[in-house]
C-alpha cells in the first residue's frame, strides 16, 4: 500500500508539471511577439527556473487527489476511483482557465492573471462587451486544448491504476489515516518550498532581466492564488478613514505645490558614481548621533561628522521589502500592503536606478540573506538592476549566520562587485546582521545591557563592520568620484523606544557621505521631517533628473518643501509633521498617539487621512 501510494503521489507531481509546461509552450506561441527581446537561452531557462514553484503548487494541488488515493486503496471500487480522477480533472480544470484567461489578458495588461479579474467577473456582461470575439475563441480554444492535454495525461497515468494490494478494513483505515497525514505533510512542504526560514514565493522563479522570461517562469496557478490571498487582505477600503475624495485631492495637492526650482547643490560632480548601502533595522533611536543612546555606533557617528546627515528622517513601514521599494521607487507605503509582491503594479513605478541607466550607469544590488523574502529580488530585476545577487551567490564556505551571511562577508563582496563595475556606477549592499537572531561573530565592544540589547550588540558589530568597509574603499581608484548613501530599510525597538505605534519607531538614520560632497555641507545636518521616499526625488534633482518621474517623492533638499512623513504602523499609519505626530488606529478607528496641540490636532489628522487616501487611491489605479 506504502509503495502503490508512493508511486501515485509522483505520478500526481509530474501530471501537475507536464500541464504546467504544456501551458508555457501555449503561452509562448499566442504571445511570441513579447518575446522578441527575449533570447533562446531565456526561454529554456524559464522551463528550468519554474521547477521549484511548479512543485510548490502541485504538491498544494496533490493533497485532495491524495485523499481519495487513500480511500480507494483502502477500499477499492470504481466509485472511489471515479471520485480520485473527478477531482483532479476539476482541479486541472480550475488551473486551466485560469491560465486561458491569463494567455489574452497578457498583451493588453502585461502581466500575469491577477485579482483584479474580480472586479471585472462582478459584472460578467462587461467582460464579454469589452473583450472582441477573437479573445473569446482564442479563450475557448486554450481551453479546450488544456483541458483535453490535462484528461490525456490523466488518462495516460491513471487508468491502469488498481489496487493491487489486499488490506482489510481494520487495519488499512488507521494505515491510511496515518499515510494521508505524512504525505499531506510532504506535500503542504512542497508547498512552502522546503525547510527554510522563508517559504518560497515567486521570486522563486525569477532569473532574467526580461520580466516577459519571469513571468513565463512564475507558475500562474500559484501566482494567482498568491494575488488572491493579498487581493483578500488589502481590501482595506472598510478600514481607511473616510474623508470627500475632493477635499483629500485639495490637501494633497496643496502639499505639493511649493516652488519645484532651487540653486541647492550639494556634489561637485553631476554624474558620481553611487553607493547604497542598506542598514537592516537601524533604528535613529539606536545611533549615537541621533539620540540620547550613546556608545553603539561610534564608526557611524564619526562618518556623520564628515557628510550631511537626516535628522527627521522616517521609514515610510516596518518591513523590507517596502523599504526598498519607497528607497528607490519614492512610493510611500499603505497599511496591509507589500507592493513589491504585486508585480503587475510595482512594474507601472519608475525607479532611480532605470532614470541612472539611460545616462549610462551600471547597476547592481546584492543582499546577504535572501531575496525571495517580499520579491524583493524580483522587484530589483523588474527594474533593470543588471546584477541582482543573494545569498545563493556568496562564496562556498564562508562562515555565516541562520538567516544570512555576516556583514563583514557582504561587504567583501559588495567591493569586489563594486572594482568589477563600469564607471558611472548604481551599487547597493543590503546588509543583515542587525535582524534577528542577531547571531553575528562577537566583537570586543559588544557589552550592552538592558532593553534591546541583542539588538544593539548587533549594531555594535554592524558599525564596526562600516568602519572596515569605509577604509577598504578609500583605497580604491574609483572611490574619488563615489557618493554613499547610508539609510535604514525601515526602524526598530531601542533602547527608550520599543512600541512600534510611536512615531518614533519609525525614525531611521540617513547620511550622504563621499569625496563628490561639497566641502559647505559636510559635517551638516537637515533637520526637516522626510520619508524615505524622498530619496528618489532629491537624489534625480540633484543629478539634473525629472523628478516627475517620482509623483509622491518630495525633494529634501528644496528650502520651499513642507515637512511631513506617512508611515504605515500595524492595522494603521502614522503621521508626522513640524507641528507634531500622531498614530491612528484603523482597527480602533481613533487616535491611540498624538502630540499635536488641541488647536492642530484635527487638522492634521484629515491631512494625514487626505495623504493615505489618495495614496491608496493611486495604488489602486495601477
Avoid at 125 to 153: C, G, N, Q
Avoid at 194 to 206: H, K, R, T
Avoid at 585 to 596: D, G, L, T
Wanted: glycine content about 6%; some cysteine.
Amino acid at each position: 500500500m506504502v509503495k502503490q501510494l508512493l508511486i501515485q503521489f509522483i505520478k500526481l507531481l509530474l501530471f501537475w508539471v507536464l500541464l504546467f509546461d504544456f501551458q508555457r509552450l501555449l503561452f509562448s506561441i499566442h504571445n511570441w511577439e513579447k518575446f522578441q527581446d527575449v533570447s533562446w537561452t531565456d526561454w529554456f531557462l524559464s522551463f528550468f527556473y519554474s521547477i521549484r514553484l511548479d512543485f510548490a503548487t502541485g504538491g498544494f494541488l496533490s493533497v485532495l487527489p491524495l485523499l481519495f488515493i487513500i480511500i480507494f486503496l483502502v477500499k477499492p471500487s470504481k466509485y472511489t476511483k471515479g471520485l480520485f480522477i473527478g477531482v483532479l480533472f476539476i482541479e486541472a480544470l480550475v488551473c486551466t482557465l485560469i491560465h486561458a484567461g491569463e494567455i489574452n489578458a497578457y498583451p493588453e495588461w502585461n502581466h500575469k492573471l491577477t485579482s483584479r479579474v474580480f472586479t471585472h467577473l462582478s459584472n460578467p456582461d462587461e467582460v464579454f462587451r469589452t473583450a472582441d470575439y477573437a479573445m473569446t475563441i482564442w479563450f475557448a480554444i486554450y481551453s479546450i486544448l488544456e483541458v483535453v492535454f490535462a484528461w490525456k495525461l490523466i488518462r495516460l497515468f491513471f487508468k491502469k491504476f488498481e489496487n493491487k494490494s489486499s488490506v482489510r478494513l481494520i487495519v488499512g483505515i488507521p494505515l491510511g489515516l496515518i499515510l494521508f497525514a505524512v504525505f499531506s505533510f510532504a506535500s503542504l512542504l512542497l508547498a512552502r518550498g522546503g525547510w527554510q526560514q522563508i517559504p518560497i514565493n515567486i521570486d522563486s522563479a525569477y532569473f532574467s532581466n526580461k520580466h516577459v522570461a519571469n513571468d513565463l517562469a512564475v507558475n500562474s496557478t500559484y501566482y494567482f492564488g498568491n494575488s488572491y490571498l493579498l487581493y483578500n487582505r488589502s481590501e482595506i477600503d472598510e478600514t481607511i478613514p473616510k474623508i470627500d475624495p475632493n477635499r483629500a485631492k485639495s490637501i494633497v495637492d496643496d502639499f505639493y505645490d511649493y516652488p519645484k526650482e532651487h540653486d541647492v547643490r550639494i556634489f561637485s560632480n553631476k554624474r558620481p558614481n553611487l553607493v547604497f548601502v542598506i542598514l537592516e533595522s537601524w533604528a535613529a533611536e539606536a545611533v549615537g548621533c541621533l539620540s540620547e543612546t550613546k556608545g553603539g555606533t561610534p564608526n557611524f557617528d564619526a562618518l556623520s561628522k564628515e557628510g550631511l546627515l537626516f535628522t527627521n528622517m522616517y521609514s515610510t513601514s516596518s518591513t523590507s521589502e517596502i523599504g526598498n521599494s519607497s528607497i528607490f521607487s519614492g512610493n510611500p507605503a499603505i497599511p496591509e500592503i507589500s507592493i513589491s509582491l504585486q508585480p503587475e503594479k510595482h512594474r507601472k513605478l519608475r525607479s532611480i536606478n532605470q532614470d541612472l541607466q539611460d545616462w549610462g550607469y551600471s547597476s547592481g544590488y546584492i543582499f546577504s540573506g535572501d531575496l525571495k523574502y517580499g520579491n524583493i529580488g524580483g522587484y530589483f530585476m523588474d527594474h533593470d538592476f543588471q546584477d541582482v545577487k543573494d545569498e545563493n551567490d556568496f562564496p562556498s564556505g564562508l562562515e555565516r549566520g541562520k538567516l544570512n551571511y555576516y556583514d563583514e562577508a557582504l561587504y567583501e563582496l559588495f567591493i569586489d562587485r563594486i572594482d568589477k563595475s563600469k564607471e558611472p556606477f548604481l551599487q547597493c549592499a543590503f546588509t543583515g546582521s542587525t535582524h534577528s537572531p542577531y547571531d553575528h561573530p562577537t566583537h570586543p565592544s559588544q557589552n550592552w545591557e538592558g532593553p534591546e540589547s541583542s539588538f544593539m550588540n548587533s549594531v555594535i558589530y554592524a558599525d564596526a563592520c562600516i568602519k572596515d568597509f569605509v577604509t577598504e574603499c578609500k583605497k580604491k581608484d574609483w572611490f574619488d568620484n563615489t557618493i554613499f548613501v547610508f539609510v535604514a530599510d525601515h526602524g526598530h525597538a531601542s533602547p527608550k523606544i520599543q512600541s512600534p505605534h510611536k512615531n518614533a519607531f519609525y525614525r531611521i538614520p540617513m547620511l550622504i557621505w563621499g569625496k563628490p560632497l561639497k566641502h559647505q555641507y559636510r559635517g551638516t545636518t537637515i533637520d526637516k521631517i522626510v520619508s524615505q521616499a524622498d530619496i528618489a526625488a532629491t537624489l534625480m534633482n540633484q543629478l539634473g533628473g525629472d523628478i516627475s518621474h517620482y509623483p509622491w517623492s518630495k525633494d529634501m533638499l528644496n528650502p520651499n518643501v513642507p515637512e511631513f512623513a506617512l508611515h504605515t504602523v500595524i492595522r494603521g499609519f502614522g503621521w508626522v509633521t513640524d507641528k507634531g505626530s500622531m498614530v491612528y488606529s484603523m482597527e480602533a478607528n481613533k487616535v491611540v498617539n498624538s502630540n499635536f496641540s488641541t488647536k492642530e490636532e484635527q487638522a492634521e489628522i484629515e491631512k494625514g487621512n487626505a495623504f493615505l487616501n489618495e495614496i491608496y487611491q493611486d495604488y489602486k489605479n495601477l
